[in-house]
């Protein structure tokens, strides 16, 4: 069965430092979505992004993040100065075959940020 | 009032018991339900996907969605213990604009411990 793949499982930054998290989406789908969930709250999105640009952000997503989609194939979310409210889960998602009806995500199993 | 509210439990019942899990919502826009589960440490599974009001049944998962009393429900049948694990309601409403897409609100997950 296809998967969103990302890497790493598991990232410690220091406070101030940018990271990239990566993410390989499920090839055909044309979505592609940041979420994050801090311990003990709620998934919580952060950003869509279609056509090669973002569609929908949510007030969390300030000037301290960016996506990319540099090639075909990875989705990337840059987060710049990382602070440490910062550390949390954070998931990758597509969703959107071509010629599908567009419904259900298929989640990443996510990369756990600690900032320290 | 809360966008979307799930009763996180804990949630401990013996093998082979119907488990009941309920989420309530407050935004009347949303047409689009899901029940994901998610085990410690990894992403959201997509596990029914329910259209507007109505029943779905997908073996021992039937999911239910309210709209009038915007109250959606998951039901487990024969529940086993690898069925323990965090389930997440989360629901959107569609919007039909520059290809912007399905952004989930999630509720806060229920912990389900089914003992053998």
């Known amino acids: 069965e296809p998967e969103v793949t990302q890497t790493p499982s598991h990232q410690v930054t220091q406070m101030g430092q940018e990271v990239i998290l990566r993410c390989v989406p499920i090839?055909?789908?044309?979505?592609f979505y940041w979420y994050r969930q801090i311990l003990g709250q709620k998934v919580e999105f952060l950003v869509s992004f279609y056509n090669n640009e973002i569609s929908e952000k949510s007030e969390i997503f300030d000037d301290q993040f960016s996506v990319e989609r540099p090639d075909g194939s990875n989705f990337t979310l840059k987060i710049r100065s990382t602070k440490l409210e910062d550390s949390a889960m954070y998931f990758c998602?597509?969703?959107?075959?071509?010629?599908?009806?567009?419904?259900?995500?298929?989640f990443g199993s996510g990369t756990r940020l600690t900032v320290v | 009032q809360k966008e979307v509210e799930q009763d996180p439990g804990p949630l401990s019942v013996p093998e082979g018991a119907i488990v009941s899990l309920n989420c309530t919502y407050s935004?009347?826009?949303?047409?689009?339900f899901m029940w994901y589960r998610q085990y410690s440490r990894k992403g959201p599974e997509l596990l029914m996907y329910t259209y507007s009001s109505g029943n779905k049944e997908d073996g021992r998962f039937t999911a239910q969605v309210d709209k009038s009393s915007k109250y959606i429900s998951l039901f487990i049948r024969d529940s086993q213990p690898s069925d323990s694990a965090t389930y997440l309601c989360?629901?959107?409403?569609?919007?039909?604009?520059?290809?912007?897409?399905?952004?989930?609100?999630f509720g806060k997950g229920t912990l389900l411990t089914v003992n053998p």
């Open positions: 090839s055909n789908h044309l979505y």
């Open positions: 935004n009347s826009a949303f047409q689009y």
């Open positions: 998602a597509s969703s959107g075959g071509q010629g599908k009806a567009n419904y259900g995500y298929t």
């Open positions: 989360a629901m959107s409403a569609y919007r039909n604009s520059g290809g912007s897409n399905y952004k989930l609100t």
